[in-house]
């Protein structure tokens, strides 16, 4: 099994920026695509970024591109997302996503990743 646990969620103005943090634990995740995604009350959950086991590659939905970055360090099991120029339709609950296939590919549907996080609130006033 593993745990993944989000935060660095928060209230925040447009045109901020916040941190996210996943926490992975209980087995290594350095061999595993881990992606983020997103949900509002009514909506189905979407990508917004995710990123292959080595950095190597990443992924980002359109809304987000040249605002957001996905990174990760293996060493300390961490995946996170850095959120620049925050606009209030990024207001969401943010969810981490590892895929337990050891393939360089980035999913951008829910049903691909088996693990997720609890998620952790983002909400962008205007």
């Known amino acids: 099994q593993v745990q993944l646990v989000e935060t660095g969620g928060g209230l925040v103005q447009a045109g901020d920026s916040l941190r996210l943090s996943c926490a992975a634990s209980g087995r290594p995740v350095n061999s595993f695509t881990m992606s983020w995604f997103r949900q509002t009350p009514g909506k189905e959950r979407e990508f917004v970024s995710g990123?292959?086991?080595?950095?190597?590659?990443?992924d980002y939905a359109d809304a987000v591109k040249g605002r957001f970055t996905v990174s990760r360090d293996n060493a300390k099991s961490m995946v996170y997302l850095q959120m620049n120029s925050l606009k209030p339709e990024d207001t969401a609950v943010y969810y981490c996503?590892?895929?337990?296939?050891?393939?360089?590919?980035?999913?951008?549907?829910?049903?691909?990743?088996?693990?997720w996080g609890q998620g952790t609130q983002v909400t962008v006033s205007s």
């Open positions: 996503a590892l895929r337990w296939k050891p393939v360089v590919e980035i999913p951008i549907t829910p049903n691909e990743y088996v693990y």
């Open positions: 990123i292959t086991w080595n950095g190597g590659r990443t």
